[in-house]
């Protein structure tokens, strides 16, 4: 699958944002997809994750209870609703997916085979 992430932009804080990451090619059946961002110098960070066999979602703790991982299967997308935003959360943020993503590697990026482009998410305070 070839996936595309979008909806990023410029918000300020304490505002809601939602990213998009669609798949052209194929479908999300049997993946597990995960939201990633990174800040230039730093390694990419694991954001949220959802493994579509079962809708199990995962959050970071920077993020729980303010970011909603989500998919819509007849959109073959999965969302990131993001809440309550900090200027914190200023990254690029991509969408990945693997099917052979295993639960105890599931925060780590290089899990992941399948990235989309990336979407700025920039929060002004």
């Known amino acids: 699958v070839q996936l595309q992430a979008s909806g990023g932009g410029l918000v300020q804080a304490g505002d809601s944002m939602r990213l998009s990451c669609t798949t052209s090619?194929?479908?999300?059946?049997?993946?597990?997809v995960g939201w990633f961002r990174q800040v230039p110098g730093q390694e990419r960070e694991f954001v949220a994750g959802?493994?579509?066999?079962?809708?199990?979602?995962y959050y970071s703790d920077s993020v729980k209870g303010r970011f909603i991982i989500s998919r819509d299967n007849a959109k073959n997308t999965v969302f990131l609703q993001m809440g309550s935003l900090k200027p914190e959360d200023t990254a690029v943020y991509y969408c990945?997916?693997?099917?052979?993503?295993?639960?105890?590697?599931?925060?780590?990026?290089?899990?992941?085979?399948?990235w989309g482009q990336g979407t700025q998410v920039t929060v002004s305070s």
């Open positions: 990945a997916a693997s099917r052979s993503v295993i639960l105890s590697a599931l925060r780590d990026f290089r899990s992941y085979n399948t």
């Open positions: 090619g194929g479908t999300f059946r049997g993946y597990t």
């Open positions: 959802i493994r579509l066999n079962g809708d199990y979602t």
